[in-house]
């Protein structure tokens, strides 16, 4: 008899909670922004995700693609408000359709300190 | 001494050297050839035909794998260079036009996620055929391709239009993504 054991998460579909063509950097800029979904979802997310102490997952598959401005306003400012190693550490990430997007955003978490 | 007599003198030479050898051959060598073939005999013959055929298909077989591998690899490489291309195009047609319409957004992130996928299986297929070089060399691609998509849609984008700076930046990015490209298609082509 085998059994497996899963690490509890959170999860985000980005295309079905947030949207399919994600758009600009800031508000101002534009519909579905990154820093719109940084405030409504991303955030909200990563807080519950604390205060549980689960993992949270984020599925980027679904979408017509990311800009990197939406990428670096969205994760970059998660990492400048809790920190790189703690944002790198919670979130697990999923894109089957761009397997290089996974390390831009990694790129952009870690970067956030320097700013 | 006419050109006819030279001849005869040097053929009366060889001859006698010729004879001198003979004489000499049978006085001090012996060589006998066995008759009877014993089934060590057979069995060593057979066994030296065997292992020439293996090492012969063996590597046959290994020389034409390599190739084949290098061929998919060097396809794979070119597949990139055009997903470049296109990406450039889309680009600089942006750039003409002076403005980034949603259309325009919409086709370059496609392109980039052409190109971005173009390089990934190529960083998968090297790692593969067990090319520790080649995967090197295609994670310092990832790298200028993340610097590339990030001087394209990063800053303002896609709310500004390019300025001159940013379409300078990004010709030099693109221009170091070709070079690695052909620089490993290069050296595939030189092991």
Known sequence: ??????????????????????????????????????????????????AEGVQLFIDLDGTEGY?????????????????????LKRLEFKSDEEPYLIDEIKIYISEASAK | MTPGMRSAVFAILGLIAGLLLGYFGRQFLTVELKKDIGLGDVLNFTITLIFAFLLQNYLQKRFG????????????IKESLVALRETRASFTAIVDRKRIDPADEKSLLAYLRNLSNSLSILQESVHACG???????????????????????????????????????????????????NKMRIQLNRK
């Not at chain 1, 800009?67 to 944002?87: H, K, M, N, Q």
């Not at chain 2, 794998?65 to 794979?76: F, G, S, T």
């Open chain 2, 65 to 76: 794998n390599e190739r084949a591998e290098k061929d998919h690899i060097i396809d794979l």
């Open chain 2, 131 to 181: 090319d520790t070089n080649g995967e090197a060399a295609c994670i310092a691609i990832r790298q200028l391709y993340i610097g590339y998509k990030r001087i394209l849609t990063g800053g303002n984008f896609p709310s500004k239009p390019y300025s001159m700076k940013t379409f300078n930046d990004a010709e030099k990015a693109s221009g170091q993504i070709s070079l690695e490209l």
């Open chain 1, 1 to 50: 008899m085998t059994s497996t054991i899963q690490t509890p998460m959170m999860k985000i579909n980005l295309a079905k909670e947030f949207s399919e063509i994600p758009g600009p950097r800031q508000k101002n800029e534009g519909p579905n922004s990154g820093e719109e979904f940084l405030e409504r979802i991303l955030q909200p997310a990563y807080d519950a995700a604390v």
């Open chain 1, 67 to 87: 800009a990197t401005s939406f990428l670096e306003s969205a994760f970059g400012s998660l990492a400048r408000i809790y920190g790189p190693d703690a944002v």
